[in-house]
């Protein structure tokens, strides 16, 4: 069953998650090493060079893009939207990054900023409840 001519909020809160994450890019979002990063930038070196330390919460974003198109295709990815949130959520258990610089390669603590990693995670939050909303909704069409 088609669930656009029933109620559209769900993927309006799709699009909504996307441009939080869209706004997310522009804010900043780490701060180490006396540098701040934005998400724009924190995201490219998250991707090209997060497998080297092991830290793979900027794959995350990947996972949410592909959710993203998958319910914008009349899909419901609450599956994958459930492990974007996750894998996002695992970012404040990070204390420490691998950095270079200076003092050569060296283990770096990291501060999060609150309105760049807030609206990071608050978009999957977005695509999460969106999810779950059209879970409850095709459910409910099926039962009648």
Known sequence: MSLDHTCSNPPTLSKIALYVWLLSLCLPALHYDGETYFGYETLVMGILLGWIGLVFQAYSNLTFLL???????????????????????????????????????????????????????????????STVWRFYLERNLNKV
Not at 87 to 95: A, H, K, M, Y
Not at 108 to 118: F, Y
């Open 67 to 129: 959710a993203i198109y998958l319910t914008l295709r009349h899909k419901n990815p609450i599956n994958l939207a459930a492990f974007t949130l996750m894998l996002g959520l695992s970012t404040f258990f990070l204390t420490t990054i691998i950095a270079t610089g200076d003092k050569g390669v060296h283990d770096s603590e990291i501060e999060l900023k609150i309105w760049g990693v807030g609206c990071w995670i608050g978009s999957y939050v977005l695509l999460f409840i």
